[in-house]
């Protein structure tokens, strides 16, 4: 079951413009989320985990249980950061845990 | 260099001709997986393996078979491929308690 929605497979902005990805999730237990992202041929590589709280690249997202949702936000978008986005939940099973992913978003920031 | 790899990077196969995508990383790690990613589907998680000769199911393991005799590797095994197993296969792999998961270049396989 698909426990995590990123609800916009294509965002577009404009450089210097803010971006928000959007996150929800569906999980019973305590959540734990990250972003990963995939820029043009590279692998995929974590961005931020709510864990830590930080900040990366310019990038926040904040964990809102009340409305199940991480998204990912970032106040002045660049062209270096087109990339594919992936929101993911960590999922207790019982012989350990698996991440759940989603669908992505392709954020495209243009000139 | 600490990384995951994937052999082969790209492969052409025909139905049911068996086939197996090793996975192999350096940095020690317990927690191991494979995904597949598919246009519009996102990446979903075929099997994990939370170490040696521990292994479970994710979200998409039928048509999927894994193994981990040793902590360093963890072949995927098609027994009988499908075209609808066309896709782009990433392994990955991660500390346990440490959720960053380390990528693999991936491999892209087209079953005929």
């Known amino acids: 079951a698909q426990r995590v929605t990123q609800p916009e497979k294509l965002l577009s902005v404009f450089k210097g413009a803010p971006v928000e990805l959007k996150c929800n999730y569906s999980?019973?237990?305590?959540?734990?989320l990250f972003w990963y992202v995939q820029y043009s041929r590279q692998r995929l590589q974590l961005l931020l985990r709510?864990?830590s709280r930080e900040s990366i690249k310019g990038f926040t997202a904040d964990l809102n249980k009340g409305e199940t949702s991480f998204h990912l936000k970032k106040p002045f978008a660049q062209e270096e950061d087109s990339a594919m986005y992936y929101c993911?939940?960590?999922?207790?099973?019982?012989?350990?845990?698996?991440?759940?992913f989603g669908k992505g978003t392709s954020l495209l920031v243009t000139p | 260099e600490a990384q995951v790899t994937q052999n082969p990077r790209y492969l052409i196969t025909v139905t049911g001709k068996k086939l197996t995508v090793t996975c192999s990383q350096n940095m020690n790690h317990e927690y191991m997986s494979w995904y597949r990613q598919d246009p519009g589907l996102g990446l979903r998680q075929i099997y994990y393996s939370m170490n040696v000769e521990v292994t479970d199911k994710g979200d998409v393991p039928e048509g999927y078979k894994v193994s981990r005799k040793e902590k360093r590797n963890f072949p995927l095994i098609l027994e009988s491929p499908s075209p609808n197993q066309t896709s782009l296969y990433f392994c990955?792999?991660?500390?346990?308690?440490?959720?960053?998961?380390?990528f693999g270049p991936g491999t892209r396989l087209l079953v005929l």
């Open positions: 990955a792999s991660s500390l346990i308690g440490k959720e960053t998961q380390y």
């Open positions: 709510h864990i």
């Open positions: 993911a939940l960590r999922v207790n099973s019982n012989s350990g845990y698996a991440l759940n």
């Open positions: 999980y019973s237990g305590s959540p734990e």
